[in-house]
């Protein structure tokens, strides 16, 4: 059998200078040239990006999936695929992040050749992971994505157990929303509180939580018939700090996390709202307007990285460096919005994670793919947030948000091992 391009030999041998083409047949028959150096270039970058992903690709996987594709050949992109995906896909749940990787990857193969971005790769993963689910992308902020050209113009609406229309939309997950629920949307207010704390100091009080001894004692030396005096504890509010993720994989749920937190600050919620792509950037004063419509373009306009590549760590350390002083006040609930497909580096993410979870009085991830049947936090930086913050709850719709924000001053805080 003729030597195949894929196999270990080939990708080692430099006998024929710096350049030494590598012939692949593909797409009908055609006859391509991948320069070798390219070719095993992304096959590297392919491997670390199923790494970063959370699949166990060592050493022997590499070698085991080079002999497999030595033995297939490169005549059929299905068979290949299938080949490595024996050896590298060891669960389910990795299935669609190995398919959307793969497809970025063959695609790289393609004449003119072009070395494979990690960074690329990862967000293409990102983005398909969501669209994988069939739901129509939504037109956000000049950003046309769109459902099938039979559907446009068409609502589908169910109401179903007498419950109102508003009801029904308020449990619609975000990536299924037409425009004109859409529009909708932007006049809902919140159905929440407050996150209430107890103030530090009692104050006195006509009718208070508890009876004030020492003011009714002095009132009782003087030798007046005095009644007895109470006094109360004020209740103030918990400040609450957002980190809304709005990269590419983020983009159908964005808008909603965006909206959600404007109604939020227009109920009167102390909160500070920060976005976050490949950079960080606060957002609360943009959200303030009360026009629904101003506030989101102001914020679009604010942030320039909208759909960008995921890099949570960065985002956590100018937090930390830059904002923390200002933000991040004693006792503030930190919350983390985001899917968790990070394409940044994982040791740094680690130690932000550590570092935010010490400082946060709670650390909450609010994760739009929670509320999915048989959700399994698979990629890397899934993971990592899954063993630093005290709960992950599900956020994919506007009912699951409010179920969320009322669910942090329920959120106990975990017991963290020893170098947690």
């Given at each position: 059998?003729?030597?195949?391009?894929?196999?270990?030999?080939?990708?080692?041998?430099?006998?024929?200078?710096?350049?030494?083409?590598?012939?692949?047949?593909?797409?009908?028959?055609?006859?391509?040239?991948?320069?070798?150096?390219?070719?095993?270039?992304?096959?590297?970058?392919?491997?670390?990006?199923?790494?970063?992903?959370?699949?166990?690709?060592?050493?022997?996987?590499?070698?085991?999936?080079?002999?497999?594709?030595?033995?297939?050949?490169?005549?059929?992109?299905?068979?290949?695929?299938?080949?490595?995906?024996?050896?590298?896909?060891?669960?389910?749940?990795?299935?669609?992040?190995?398919?959307?990787?793969?497809?970025?990857?063959?695609?790289?193969?393609?004449?003119?050749?072009?070395?494979?971005?990690?960074?690329?790769?990862?967000?293409?993963?990102?983005?398909?992971?969501?669209?994988?689910?069939?739901?129509?992308?939504?037109?956000?902020?000049?950003?046309?994505?769109?459902?099938?050209?039979?559907?446009?113009?068409?609502?589908?609406?169910?109401?179903?157990?007498?419950?109102?229309?508003?009801?029904?939309?308020?449990?619609?997950?975000?990536?299924?929303?037409?425009?004109?629920?859409?529009?909708?949307?932007?006049?809902?207010?919140?159905?929440?509180?407050?996150?209430?704390?107890?103030?530090?100091?009692?104050?006195?009080?006509?009718?208070?939580?508890?009876?004030?001894?020492?003011?009714?004692?002095?009132?009782?030396?003087?030798?007046?018939?005095?009644?007895?005096?109470?006094?109360?504890?004020?209740?103030?509010?918990?400040?609450?700090l957002v980190v809304c993720d709005v990269s590419g994989s983020m983009e159908p749920y964005s808008r909603g996390l965006l909206r959600f937190l404007h109604a939020l600050l227009l109920a009167g919620v102390q909160l500070d709202g920060f976005a976050f792509s490949t950079r960080l950037t606060r957002v609360t004063s943009a959200l303030r307007y009360?026009?629904?419509?101003?506030?989101?373009?102001?914020?679009?306009?604010?942030?320039?990285?909208?759909?960008?590549?995921?890099?949570?760590?960065?985002?956590?350390?100018?937090?930390?460096?830059?904002?923390?002083?200002?933000?991040?006040?004693?006792?503030?609930?930190?919350?983390?919005?985001?899917?968790?497909?990070?394409?940044?580096?994982?040791?740094?993410?680690?130690?932000?994670?550590?570092?935010?979870?010490?400082?946060?009085?709670r650390l909450v991830w609010w994760n739009p793919l929670a509320g999915l049947p048989g959700f399994v936090p698979a990629a890397r930086g899934q993971q990592q947030l899954a063993r630093y913050v005290d709960a992950m709850l599900p956020?994919?719709?506007?009912?699951?948000?409010?179920?969320?924000?009322?669910?942090?001053?329920?959120?106990?805080?975990?017991?963290?091992?020893?170098?947690?």
């Amino acid at each position: 059998m003729d030597r195949n391009p894929g196999s270990t030999e080939e990708m080692e041998s430099r006998d024929e200078g710096p350049h030494n083409p590598v012939q692949i047949t593909r797409d009908g028959g055609n006859q391509r040239v991948l320069e070798d150096d390219v070719f095993t270039g992304n096959l590297l970058t392919f491997f670390r990006g199923l790494r970063r992903l959370g699949m166990v690709v060592g050493p022997a996987e590499e070698q085991l999936a080079l002999a497999a594709l030595d033995s297939v050949g490169w005549e059929d992109a299905d068979v290949c695929r299938t080949a490595v995906q024996a050896v590298v896909v060891k669960h389910p749940q990795h299935l669609p992040l190995f398919h959307a990787a793969w497809r970025q990857f063959w695609r790289s193969l393609h004449w003119p050749p072009s070395p494979l971005n990690e960074q690329t790769l990862l967000a293409q993963v990102a983005q398909r992971w969501v669209q994988r689910r069939g739901a129509p992308r939504v037109s956000w902020m000049g950003h046309a994505g769109a459902a099938d050209a039979a559907d446009a113009g068409r609502v589908s609406l169910v109401a179903r157990t007498g419950a109102s229309l508003e009801e029904h939309l308020r449990h619609r997950d975000f990536v299924r929303m037409t425009e004109e629920e859409w529009a909708q949307l932007q006049r809902w207010q919140v159905r929440v509180q407050p996150l209430w704390r107890p103030g530090r100091r009692w104050q006195p009080a006509a009718r208070g939580q508890e009876v004030d001894w020492p003011a009714t004692l002095r009132e009782g030396v003087r030798g007046t018939a005095a009644p007895v005096a109470w006094r109360s504890q004020p209740r103030r509010q918990r400040p609450v700090l957002v980190v809304c993720d709005v990269s590419g994989s983020m983009e159908p749920y964005s808008r909603g996390l965006l909206r959600f937190l404007h109604a939020l600050l227009l109920a009167g919620v102390q909160l500070d709202g920060f976005a976050f792509s490949t950079r960080l950037t606060r957002v609360t004063s943009a959200l303030r307007y009360r026009d629904p419509d101003r506030a989101l373009r102001e914020t679009a306009d604010r942030v320039t990285d909208f759909a960008g590549g995921t890099r949570l760590a960065d985002a956590l350390s100018a937090l930390r460096q830059r904002w923390a002083g200002v933000a991040l006040q004693p006792g503030a609930c930190v919350v983390l919005a985001t899917d968790g497909l990070d394409a940044g580096d994982a040791d740094e993410l680690e130690r932000e994670l550590q570092r935010l979870a010490r400082r946060a009085y709670r650390l909450v991830w609010w994760n739009p793919l929670a509320g999915l049947p048989g959700f399994v936090p698979a990629a890397r930086g899934q993971q990592q947030l899954a063993r630093y913050v005290d709960a992950m709850l599900p956020a994919g719709s506007w009912g699951q948000l409010e179920q969320a924000w009322q669910g942090l001053g329920k959120v106990t805080r975990r017991v963290r091992r020893a170098g947690e």
